[in-house]
C-alpha cells in the first residue's frame, strides 16, 4: 500500500489523512457523521478527517499516534462515486467504502 500523509491530534482526538504534502484549496467537505471528506474545485478527494478517532478505532490516542500506514481514494463511475479508505493500526487493519449517487451528493461550503 502506498501511503497518504497521515496526522493525529491527540488533544483533539482527531485523525487527518490527505493526499498532498502542500496545501490544496478546499471546494468543500462532504460530512458523514464524524467523517469529513475534503474535495477539491476540480472534484478530486483531497483528505479525510475523522473527529473522535479513539472512540472511531476503539483504541487508545497513543496508539493512534504511532500510525503511519493509510491510503484514501475516490473513484467516479458514471453516476456514481466510490470513496475507499484504508488505515493499518497495530495489527488491525480498517478498510471502509463508501458508495453515493453524484446527484445525492451536497458538498458544505
Known sequence: MVNDNVEYNA???????????????????????????????SGDLVGMQIDGASEFFSTSPKILEGINKAKINIV????????????????????????????????SC
Open 11 to 41: 488533544e483533539e482526538d482527531i485523525f487527518y489523512i490527505y493526499k498532498k504534502s502542500e496545501p490544496i484549496p478546499i471546494k468543500g467537505s462532504l460530512i458523514l457523521d464524524n467523517l469529513s471528506f475534503d474535495i477539491s474545485p
Open 76 to 107: 467516479t463511475k458514471g453516476q456514481t462515486i466510490m470513496i475507499t479508505w484504508t488505515v493499518e493500526l497495530e495489527n488491525k487493519v480498517f478498510n471502509n467504502k463508501f458508495v453515493f449517487p453524484k446527484e445525492k451528493i451536497a458538498l
